[in-house]
Nanobody
Framework: QVQLVESGGGLVQAGGSLRLSCAAS????????LGWFRQAPGKEREFVAAISRSGGRTYYTDSVKGRFTISRDDAKNTVDLQMNSLKPEDTAVYYC?????????????????WGQGTQVTVSS
């Protein structure tokens, strides 16, 4: 089993940047495809970005393409989400998630491991 812990959330003005990081411990990190999801108050958890086990493939939801970048460092057991040009609608609790296997998924139900979440608030 892998344990995931997010960090890096906070309050930022619209147009600003934040970098979220997710540190993993436990079983072999490099065996997992990884994703970032977010959940705003009163809304369902939604997919944000994902990266394959090898790191060679990434995928983003349309609303963050060109603004967010997901990356992984298997030597450090971390997966990061660089968020630029932030908008108030990006405000949410952000979660990292892991699933065993080569390929990522955009579905939350496909991920077995989750962090506790980190709050991102973007003021207008």
């Amino acid at each position: 089993q892998v344990q995931l812990v997010e960090s890096g959330g906070g309050l930022v003005q619209a147009g600003g940047s934040l970098r979220l990081s997710c540190a993993a411990s436990g079983r072999t990190f490099s065996s997992y495809a990884l994703g970032w999801f977010r959940q705003a108050p009163g809304k369902e958890r939604e997919f944000v970005a994902a990266i394959s086990r090898s790191g060679g493939r990434t995928y983003y939801t349309d609303s963050v393409k060109g603004r967010f970048t997901i990356s992984r460092d298997d030597a450090k057991n971390t997966v990061d989400l660089q968020m630029n040009s932030l908008k108030p609608e990006d405000t949410a609790v952000y979660y990292c998630a892991g699933r065993e296997g080569r390929y990522y998924s955009v579905l939350a139900v496909d991920y077995a491991y989750w962090g506790q979440g980190t709050q991102v608030t973007v003021s207008s």
